[in-house]
């Protein structure tokens, strides 16, 4: 579905594309954290330091003192995680958090400013650790002062933070997610504009495309398939002729044909004339056929038919003849507006009014809606196989003949030349109940 579908497409490439810049944005964002936390932690301990140094000096024995000692409760709670050193070996003095831990650092560190580094610190832990060597006299040996914190409080703040972030960029995710729906909609409308464009120009094949309506992108679409229907309705109008021609060619001969027929038939050759008034009839089926055709093509063109006003002037001329004459005609089609034209709904109803007229009893009833037209006599009917063989010979020339065959041959052909569909069924009145269905 979705690798047919465009729009589904374009969703899903945006939703992922989205997705992923916002995972890699969550990553950066929770490391941009971590590194500003130890920053910040590291000026805190810097700043520890700086207090111990201050501090700093020998009692007469030359014995390292502090006073005063960092104010921070934890460095006098043990395994606090905030620790401090100064010196090394048996000479150090540390603070009670390490309680009988040291701090041991083998890598050179500056006499004139801090180094921070990550070291294994005590109780199994892994600390954040600033040192800096320090001289109390010229000829003092340097002294290494140390103040460490635990690096699990950093991992701990990282850990919550991109649990927070993560729920703010999931919402965020489906906010612009629903904002590239939103953008694809837009996006795409104007081939949805290109297909009611294309259902009108169905409906009328004179209706073209505006190609101002389109954005710039689309125009060419439009001119193209303006370009296309314009050839394909010169290609179409010329069959058209053709197909005309050809039938109102064949009128002459077809007429020399019949009269010959008589003449063999008054000379007593009544088989052979009535085999010639067969192959006449079914030649004159088809000629009929194709001139309804080329009638129709024609019809294409022109106003909405409204089907009520349509059957009414339809009546009124088969009323006049002989099988119009003896049934009653019950006009309740649709007072709306169809997706056909007028003119055309006149060549189908028109056959369609006539065979029901033919064979009807005594009543023919006309309905429907803005899409559908139904007519329905009180004759014999067919039978579902009749009714389907029927519309089967509507769709082949040499085998339509006169009748009901003929009449809906054409209308067959001509409801479903025009986007529609023809069916045959068992009407409540008794006869025959025959469906002619648009697209609304």
């Given at each position: 579905?979705?690798?047919?579908?465009?729009?589904?497409?374009?969703?899903?490439?945006?939703?992922?594309?989205?997705?992923?810049?916002?995972?890699?944005?969550?990553?950066?964002?929770?490391?941009?954290?971590?590194?500003?936390?130890?920053?910040?932690?590291?000026?805190?301990?810097?700043?520890?330091?700086?207090?111990?140094?201050?501090?700093?000096?020998?009692?007469?024995?030359?014995?390292?003192?502090?006073?005063?000692?960092?104010?921070?409760?934890?460095?006098?709670?043990?395994?606090?995680?905030?620790?401090?050193?100064?010196?090394?070996?048996?000479?150090?003095?540390?603070?009670?958090?390490?309680?009988?831990?040291?701090?041991?650092?083998?890598?050179?560190?500056?006499?004139?400013?801090?180094?921070?580094?990550?070291?294994?610190?005590?109780?199994?832990?892994?600390?954040?650790?600033?040192?800096?060597?320090?001289?109390?006299?010229?000829?003092?040996?340097?002294?290494?002062?140390?103040?460490?914190?635990?690096?699990?409080?950093?991992?701990?703040?990282?850990?919550?933070?991109?649990?927070?972030?993560?729920?703010?960029?999931?919402?965020?995710?489906?906010?612009?997610?629903?904002?590239?729906?939103?953008?694809?909609?837009?996006?795409?409308?104007?081939?949805?504009?290109?297909?009611?464009?294309?259902?009108?120009?169905?409906?009328?094949?004179?209706?073209?495309?505006?190609?101002?309506?389109?954005?710039?992108?689309?125009?060419?679409?439009?001119?193209?398939?303006?370009?296309?229907?314009?050839?394909?309705?010169?290609?179409?109008?010329?069959?058209?002729?053709?197909?005309?021609?050809?039938?109102?060619?064949?009128?002459?001969?077809?007429?020399?044909?019949?009269?010959?027929?008589?003449?063999?038939?008054?000379?007593g050759a009544i088989d052979a004339a009535d085999g010639l008034d067969r192959a006449i009839e079914a030649?004159?089926?088809?000629?009929?056929?194709?001139?309804?055709?080329?009638?129709?093509?024609?019809?294409?063109?022109?106003?909405?038919?409204?089907?009520?006003?349509?059957?009414?002037?339809?009546?009124?001329?088969?009323?006049?003849?002989?099988?119009?004459?003896?049934?009653?005609?019950?006009?309740?089609?649709?007072?709306?507006?169809?997706?056909?034209?007028?003119?055309?709904?006149?060549?189908?109803?028109?056959?369609?009014?006539?065979?029901?007229?033919?064979?009807?009893?005594?009543?023919?009833?006309?309905?429907?809606?803005?899409?559908?037209?139904?007519?329905?006599?009180?004759?014999?009917?067919?039978?579902?196989?009749?009714?389907?063989?029927?519309?089967v010979r509507g769709r082949r020339l040499d085998e339509g003949g006169p009748g009901d065959g003929l009449g809906l041959a054409?209308?067959?052909?001509?409801?479903?030349?025009?986007?529609?569909?023809?069916?045959?069924?068992?009407?409540?009145?008794?006869?025959?109940?025959?469906?002619?269905?648009?697209?609304?």
């Open positions: 579905m979705i690798a047919r579908s465009l729009r589904l497409r374009l969703l899903a490439g945006a939703a992922a594309a989205i997705f992923a810049a916002l995972t890699v944005a969550w990553l950066a964002m929770g490391y941009l954290f971590e590194r500003h936390i130890e920053r910040n932690l590291q000026d805190t301990l810097i700043r520890h330091g700086r207090d111990l140094v201050a501090g700093m000096s020998r009692d007469a024995a030359g014995a390292l003192l502090i006073d005063p000692q960092p104010s921070d409760p934890r460095f006098a709670l043990p395994a606090s995680g905030l620790y401090w050193q100064a010196g090394e070996g048996a000479a150090a003095i540390r603070s009670r958090s390490l309680w009988d831990e040291t701090l041991a650092s083998s890598a050179p560190v500056a006499t004139r400013d801090w180094s921070a580094r990550d070291i294994a610190g005590p109780f199994e832990s892994k600390l954040l650790l600033v040192a800096r060597d320090v001289r109390l006299g010229e000829a003092d040996a340097p002294v290494r002062v140390m103040v460490g914190a635990d690096h699990s409080a950093i991992s701990a703040a990282r850990t919550e933070f991109s649990r927070d972030l993560a729920m703010f960029l999931l919402l965020l995710w489906a906010v612009l997610s629903a904002a590239a729906w939103a953008q694809v909609r837009l996006g795409l409308k104007p081939l949805d504009d290109v297909r009611a464009a294309l259902d009108a120009m169905r409906r009328s094949p004179s209706e073209r495309l505006e190609q101002n309506e389109y954005p710039t992108e689309a125009a060419p679409l439009a001119l193209a398939i303006n370009e296309l229907a314009a050839a394909r309705e010169r290609d179409l109008e010329q069959a058209r002729r053709r197909a005309g021609d050809l039938a109102h060619s064949l009128k002459t001969p077809l007429a020399a044909l019949a009269a010959q027929s008589r003449r063999a038939r008054e000379a030649a004159r089926g088809a000629v009929e056929r194709e001139l309804a055709r080329a009638r129709a093509a024609a019809a294409v063109v022109g106003p909405p038919a409204v089907a009520r006003t349509v059957v009414t002037r339809l009546i009124a001329v088969i009323e006049r003849t002989e099988g119009g004459q003896r049934v009653a005609f019950e006009n309740a089609a649709s007072p709306m507006t169809m997706p056909v034209s007028e003119a055309l709904l006149m060549e189908i109803a028109g056959p369609l009014l006539e065979n029901a007229a033919r064979f009807a009893r005594t009543r023919v009833r006309i309905g429907g809606d803005a899409s559908t037209l139904t007519i329905e006599d009180d004759g014999e009917g067919l039978d579902e196989a009749a009714a389907k063989a029927a519309l054409i209308a067959n052909d001509l409801v479903t030349t025009s986007g529609g569909t023809l069916a045959l069924g068992r009407s409540d009145l008794g006869g025959l109940r025959v469906e002619a269905r648009w697209r609304p």
